[in-house]
């Protein structure tokens, strides 16, 4: 069971990340990167819904199978995970944001989603509690 203290890091980490972005928007009078933002909420979101989807009570969708909809799930965050580290190069690579703003949007990104990767291992309920 994690404590105190690695939620205490875990925000001090989320935090970090999202000062990397909003600076590198506003140190380099371009708020482009402000939509990497976006990806960040939406990323979590697909394996939340898809793994609600089924329960291990169910038949065909046990736990020894292949399960369709977490799969699925996966392959949407990973889409937004991807889109979330590749569009300030892209934004960059159109002079839309300088390269500085793209490594500082992009190591926020990558603080953001350690953090979100690191919270579900430290409080995943793997077993049950009775």
Known sequence: MAGLKSIIALAFVLACGFLLVILSGALYQTWWTLFVVATYVL????NFIFSKCSGNDDYYLSSNTNNGFKDFG????SIFIVTGVCL???LAHASVISVPAMFMSIGGGA?????II???TFF???????
Do not use: C, H, M
Not at 124 to 130: K, Q, S
């Open 43 to 46: 990323a979590p979101l697909p």
């Open 74 to 77: 996966q392959f949407l965050t």
């Open 88 to 90: 300030p190069v892209v």
């Open 111 to 115: 603080l953001v989603y350690s953090t």
């Open 118 to 120: 690191a919270y579900s």
């Open 124 to 130: 995943a309920n793997e077993g049950d509690d009775f």
